[in-house]
């Protein structure tokens, strides 16, 4: 059983940076493809970006690619999402989530979820 908890978000302006955090408990962790998905009132959860369970594979959205980083750390359980350059379309509630298996891009593949953060960006 893996449990997530993000923080981080929060209001910016356009051009701005959050870095957005999420820290599991559990000791299957580092186990865990992790991704960061976000959602909008009346959309579908969006696919924002993912890694693997040992670091060394990445993967963006085209939306975000070049802008967002995603880091994990292991050792303390936790997987990053750095966002800079940001603009009020990245404006949505940012979650966190770790799969064990499938494809990354995919919200259905992953087996658990934390609550949510939101993430506001003003023009």
């Known amino acids: 059983q893996v449990q997530l908890v993000e923080s981080g978000g929060g209001l910016?302006?356009?051009g701005g940076s959050l870095r957005l955090s999420c820290a599991a408990s559990g000791r299957t962790f580092s186990t865990y493809g992790m991704g960061w998905f976000r959602q909008t009132p009346g959309k579908e959860r969006e696919f924002v970006a993912a890694i693997s369970w040992s670091g060394s594979y990445t993967y963006?959205?085209?939306t975000v690619k070049g802008r967002f980083t995603i880091s994990r750390d292991n050792a303390?359980?936790?997987v990053f999402l750095q966002m800079n350059s940001l603009n009020p379309e990245d404006t949505a509630v940012y979650y966190c989530?770790?799969?064990a298996s499938g494809n990354y891009k995919y919200a259905p593949n992953y087996d658990y979820w934390g609550q949510g953060t939101q993430v506001t960006v003003s023009s």
């Open 12 to 14: 910016v302006q356009a």
């Open 60 to 62: 963006y959205a085209d």
């Open 76 to 78: 303390k359980n936790t």
């Open 97 to 99: 989530a770790g799969r």
